[in-house]
């Protein structure tokens, strides 16, 4: 099955600066990378999301980019602020799997 | 516009209680269901997930189970509680379509068993 490493587990980062979270996948069949941020206390929520077919998708402060012949793909976030400390999970899966194979998490803290 | 509900939101039960969390899907037919658990400060682990009514597929062998009575429905349970089962209990949903498995996730169940 598949299996998704992330890196780093934590984070610190200067306020107004750039975060960078890295995940790599097992499976050569996977084409869908989202990519959720949890506050602390509360639920999971997608913030950007991949598909294979893309190398790279931007949504304001976030972006995302992958590169499937090596099979990774970031989490990039640029102008950090005080509201993007979050624990944030990367995530892997195949159309038409029902499962999404998780990553560990990144605890990221902007300092201000 | 899809929701997601899952109650209770926070419950204290003795060891050797029973469990029953319950979770509901609005504005969808036929979704995956799925329960996660996260103990605290750590990742998501899957229990369960269902492509359909009675189907239950466990990914983690323990004392809980879960059971899909109807389509937008889905309960986890367990007839004795353990210390370990302590967590943070997600139930979550899915299109079943060709459009990447996004995984929509309720508000969360807090479970302490003392």
């Known amino acids: 099955g598949e299996n998704v490493e992330q890196h780093p587990s934590t984070l610190s980062v200067q306020e107004g600066d750039s975060a960078v979270i890295k995940c790599t996948y097992s499976?050569?069949?996977?084409?869908?990378f989202p990519w959720y941020k949890q506050e602390l206390g509360k639920r999971p929520q997608l913030i950007i999301d991949?598909?294979?077919?893309?190398g790279e998708k931007k949504d304001q402060r976030i972006a995302v980019t992958l590169n499937k012949t090596a099979k990774h793909f970031s989490l990039h976030i640029t102008e950090t602020q005080p509201e993007d400390s979050a624990v944030y999970f990367c995530?892997?899966?195949?159309?038409?799997?029902?499962?999404?194979?998780f990553g560990t998490g990144t605890r990221l803290t902007i300092i201000p | 516009s899809q929701t997601i509900h899952q109650w209770p939101a926070t419950l204290v039960q003795p060891v050797g209680s029973p469990l029953s969390l319950e979770c509901t899907v609005e504005?969808?037919?036929?979704?995956?269901l799925y329960w996660y658990r996260q103990a605290a400060g750590r990742g998501l682990q899957l229990l369960f997930y269902?492509?359909?009514?009675?189907?239950i597929s466990s990914e983690v062998p323990q004392n809980l189970s879960a059971s899909r009575p109807q389509d937008r429905q889905f309960i986890l349970s367990s007839k004795k509680l353990l210390l370990s089962d302590s967590g943070f209990y997600l139930c979550?949903?899915?299109?079943?379509?060709?459009?990447?498995?996004?995984?929509?996730f309720g508000e969360g169940s807090w479970l302490t068993v003392v």
């Open positions: 995530a892997a899966s195949t159309f038409g799997n029902e499962k999404l194979t």
């Open positions: 269902s492509v359909g009514i009675g189907q």
């Open positions: 504005g969808t037919s036929n979704p995956n």
């Open positions: 979550a949903w899915s299109w079943q379509s060709y459009s990447g498995n996004t995984i929509y």
């Open positions: 991949i598909r294979s077919n893309v």
């Open positions: 499976d050569s069949a996977s084409n869908y």
